[in-house]
């Protein structure tokens, strides 16, 4: 099983992604041939690939110059521009779910219509090159799952179109939504919209770096210069055993018997968009003959105070207990299959070299029946029908 594993200690953009990718071996002409197949003006654009360093780590930049006369772009405009295209079917999917996480997070900050979300002259430009030359670079590896670190929020102002915005950024800031953060770096941008987009689209998971053998190290350098780290996104490339996986999660746990419960259901959304695993209520009789509900949730190690805090906080309760748990977790990897509503994403679940199960991956599935209006039950009907046989 071959494992890509985001080291996100300074940050993510979108040309920090191509660029570590580059280093970690893709040949430059995958990126380049990508963005060549779309629709764009070869004249509007360049790129170039250079060796630089960031405070002693020699790394990659992938770099972009736009010319400044550039259209807006809708986001109805640009998904056609990539289903038009001559990609192939898997950079296609790739890039179409990050796009469309994009939109989807500035149609709430902005409260539009997600066909009417429009990207701006040179910034939309950039996002397609840095967002179909990720897709592309990944497709070439063929990962079968991808990992993230937290993400550091960063802090102070950015400059953008609709003029001076806090860090993160809105979009950002809503694209981080279910990943785990940090406060532990620096002022400044640190995560980009493009670089959350990526991760927001295709991460499977998200903590410490899974159990594997490590096989390959890029290093993508952002533009800017941070006084506290080298500004490096750092990618590690791995093999992993494909029979059942281990890990160490944290489990906490609760009695509430004295709640409103129509706020039961409010928790567990957030304890989910805090980054839970998981979070679930079972029934119980408690002292006084009272019924009640047991909350448990299942974290990351590094994730249980943040949201044992939070259980308290918003629930009645006014203790928590928790303890480490072991896992043993079947193994899992993403494919394209294909449908008659085009190639589809699902998740492949294996014991060993046995398949147990093909289901539906639903940011897939949801895209598609936002594209084609469709009801999403029906939409995994359908996947479920022709994709779905192991």
């Not at 990126?31 to 790129?47: G, I, T």
């Not at 400059?159 to 800031?173: D, N």
Request: with cysteine; charged share 25%; glycine share 8%.
């Amino acid at each position: 099983m071959k494992i890509l594993y985001f080291d996100c200690f300074a940050g993510i953009a979108g040309d920090m992604t191509v660029a570590a990718l580059l280093d970690l071996g893709v040949p430059f002409e995958v990126v380049r041939e990508a963005v060549e197949s779309l629709p764009l003006p070869r004249s509007s654009y360049s790129l170039a690939v250079e060796r630089t360093s960031r405070k002693g780590i020699a790394a990659t930049r992938f770099v972009v110059h736009v010319e400044e006369h550039q259209p807006h772009r809708h986001y109805a405009g640009i998904a056609a521009m990539i289903e038009e295209s001559t990609l192939p079917e898997g950079v296609k999917d790739k890039a179409q779910r990050i796009f469309f996480r994009l939109a989807e997070a500035e149609a709430k900050v902005h409260g539009v219509d997600i066909e009417r979300v429009h990207f701006h002259e040179v910034g939309a430009v950039d996002s397609i090159i840095d967002i179909v030359g990720a897709a592309a670079a990944l497709e070439w590896f063929g990962v079968d799952a991808i990992h993230g670190a937290p993400l550091p929020l960063g802090s102070g102002f950015v400059e953008t179109a609709h003029g001076r915005l806090p860090v993160p950024a809105p979009a950002t800031a809503e694209l981080l939504r279910g990943i785990p953060v940090h406060g532990e770096a620096g002022a400044g941008e640190r995560v980009t919209p493009t670089g959350a987009a990526i991760l927001a689209a295709l991460a499977d998971g998200f903590g410490r770096a899974p159990a594997m053998t490590v096989t390959g190290i890029g290093c993508g350098a952002g533009t800017k210069d941070f006084d506290d780290m080298p500004n490096v996104l750092r990618l590690f490339l791995g093999e992993a055993d494909s029979g059942l996986q281990r890990d160490e999660v944290a489990v906490i746990e609760t009695h509430i018997d004295d709640m409103n419960p129509e706020i039961l259901g409010h928790v567990l959304e957030r304890l989910m968009e805090a980054g839970a695993l998981d979070a679930a209520y079972s029934p119980l009789q408690m002292k006084k003959n009272r019924p009640a509900v047991k909350l448990t949730v299942i974290a990351r190690p590094e994730g249980r105070d943040e949201l044992a805090s939070l259980v308290l906080r918003e629930t009645s309760a006014i203790g928590v207990r928790f303890y480490p748990a072991a896992r043993l977790k079947l193994a899992r990897e993403k494919e394209e299959r294909p449908t008659s509503l085009g190639a589809v994403t699902v998740k492949v679940i294996r014991d060993g070299e046995t398949v147990v199960r093909v289901t539906p991956e639903y940011d897939a599935c949801r895209r598609i029946a936002a594209e084609r209006g469709m009801p999403l039950l029906e939409v995994y009907r359908i996947v479920e029908r022709e994709a779905g046989q192991p």
